[in-house]
């Protein structure tokens, strides 16, 4: 049904996609009501009745940046074990001394970060 | 044989995909749970709740808010980026309904029964801050731009603690498929009681990654007005809506799946019928929630997460260790 060495799911997604495309579109072209000349303050973003004023897209919450750089690092590190979780039964114990090892000099680390982003001072 | 379009439209993987479990059956339970929460927090609240848009307690009343917002006119405020604006929550529903395509409902039910069931499940959920933050970002707007950047950050606290809390389960049952996990427990009981510190990590992880209370950050109604939703107009809005109760009908289901036995029970009852029962009465522990914490703040939740639910998925990773070696005789 599905053409050789693309995965079934591919067709579902594909499906999905497009179905929810199409009912955005259709209730556009048709059901949704149309005013044809929106007035300004109709179109302005909103901001609790304030007139809006400035850009949008405004600045950063900076202060928790520590904590996304210890996740780009530390959530790759956590798919490492999986591989090792799923092979657990044929490793036994003695194949889980590497792991430990890997285990022993990525906590640390991590310790260290964590008490660097925790203090407000220096954020 | 025949026209293709017909023997297309009879298979059995179309009829999968498009009635059950696919889309058709996905919207209707996702208007039903909508009706759910309302009710069930109006009786927490002493309230009565939706009660005319049906005999049966104003079981249809999310039906006629769907048909309400339909009819609805699409505003797009200035200065918005259009493509990522609509796009965003098409995208999530997407998503959404995925998921609901590698779990398994019954023997045979299952739209995809891929060998890595489980962590295609978390892969695609980890796509979906990023979708809310587009989101945010696209609609130029304060309040949204701050609730896409509290679901980016939100989303470090807890991806890793419910990634760990999932591979107490890959341990025990040496199996990442969830029909695996489900035919390890078929002879070995359910994996919620060896597993209950990994159940209980991933039904508060999973809590925040649904965007729900106590974790509703980047929605937060009563201090960022909706946050990355505020600038929806009614039919992208009920888009906008909906993944929120795909993914936590698809939630309740892994849950099930990999800690209540999914669709295994005693032989009167038809599995689908089990597996609905457990997944509803998962679905109304985590609405009760909603009624019963206040919100966390969002440096407590960073912290919390990076702290306590690491140490505790990390002990829970010791236990499942054991739980297939042994303790050793020292």
Redesign the interface.
């Known amino acids: 049904?599905v053409a050789q060495g693309i995965?079934?799911?591919t067709?579902?997604?594909l499906?999905?996609?497009a179905?929810?495309?199409l009912l955005?579109v259709v209730?556009?072209m048709v059901?949704?009501?149309?005013?044809p000349r929106?007035t300004?303050e109709?179109?302005?973003?909103?901001?609790?009745g304030q007139i809006?004023a400035g850009?949008?897209?405004?600045r950063?919450?900076i202060q928790?940046y520590p904590?996304?750089l210890?996740?780009v690092v530390?959530?790759v590190i956590?798919?490492f074990?999986?591989a090792w979780?799923?092979?657990?039964?044929a490793l036994?114990?003695t194949g889980?001394v590497p792991v430990l090892i890997f285990m022993v000099v990525a906590l640390p680390p991590l310790a260290y970060a964590?008490h660097l982003?925790?203090q407000r001072e220096n954020w | 044989m025949g026209n293709p379009i017909i023997d297309l439209l009879t298979?059995t993987?179309f009829l999968e995909?498009?009635v059950f479990p696919?889309?058709l059956s996905i919207a209707i339970l996702g208007a039903l749970l909508g009706w759910l929460e309302r009710k069930l927090t109006a009786r927490v609240q002493l309230r009565v709740g939706p009660l005319y848009a049906s005999p049966a307690g104003g079981i249809l009343q999310m039906f006629a808010d769907i048909i309400k917002l339909?009819?609805?006119?699409?505003?797009?405020?200035?200065?918005?980026d259009r493509f990522f604006f609509?796009m965003s929550p098409?995208t999530a529903?997407?998503i959404g309904?995925?998921l609901l395509?590698l779990i398994p409902f019954a023997p045979g039910i299952q739209?995809?029964n891929?060998e890595v069931g489980l962590?295609v499940f978390l892969a695609i959920v980890t796509l979906s801050p990023t979708i809310v933050l587009l989101a945010g970002?696209s609609?130029?707007?304060?309040?949204?731009?701050?609730g896409g950047?509290?679901a980016?950050?939100q989303?470090?606290?807890y991806?890793?603690p419910l990634?760990?809390s999932t591979?107490g389960v890959?341990?025990v049952t040496?199996?990442?498929s969830l029909t695996g996990i489900i035919d390890y427990q078929r002879n070995n009981g359910w994996l919620i009681i060896p597993q209950l510190l990994g159940a209980f990590l991933f039904i508060v992880t999973s809590t925040a990654e649904m965007e729900r209370l106590p974790f509703d950050l980047p929605e937060a109604e009563s201090e960022i007005?909706m946050g990355w939703q505020?600038?929806y107009p009614?039919?992208?809005f009920m888009?906008v809506q909906g993944p929120a109760f795909v993914k936590l009908y698809a939630f309740s289901a892994l849950f099930t799946t990999i800690y209540l036995g999914g669709y295994l029970g005693p032989v009167p009852i038809p599995p689908i019928v089990w597996f609905f029962l457990k997944t509803i009465l998962i679905i109304a522990l985590i609405m009760l929630f909603r009624s019963t914490f206040p919100r966390v703040r969002?440096?407590q939740l960073?912290?919390q997460g990076?702290?306590t639910l690491l140490t505790l998925s990390i002990a829970n990773?010791i236990i499942a260790?054991f739980l297939?070696?042994g303790i050793?005789a020292i």
């Not at chain 2, 609609?139 to 701050?146: D, L, V």
């Open positions: 049904m995965p079934e799911e067709g579902y997604i499906f999905l996609f179905a929810t495309i955005v209730v556009r059901i949704s009501p149309r005013d929106p300004p109709k179109r302005a973003p909103f901001e609790s809006s850009p949008g897209r405004t950063f919450i928790y904590y996304i210890m996740f530390y959530d956590a798919m074990l999986f979780a799923l092979n657990l039964r036994g114990a889980t964590l982003a925790n | 298979s993987y995909i498009a696919g889309l339909l009819f609805k006119e699409l505003t797009i405020p200035d200065g918005a609509i098409v529903l997407i309904a995925a395509g739209i995809a891929i962590p970002w609609a130029n707007s304060k309040f949204p731009f701050i950047l509290r980016l950050f989303q470090t606290a991806e890793i990634w760990l591979l890959v341990i040496g199996s990442l007005m505020a600038e009614g039919p992208l888009l969002l440096d960073l912290r990076w702290t990773i260790y297939v070696v050793p």
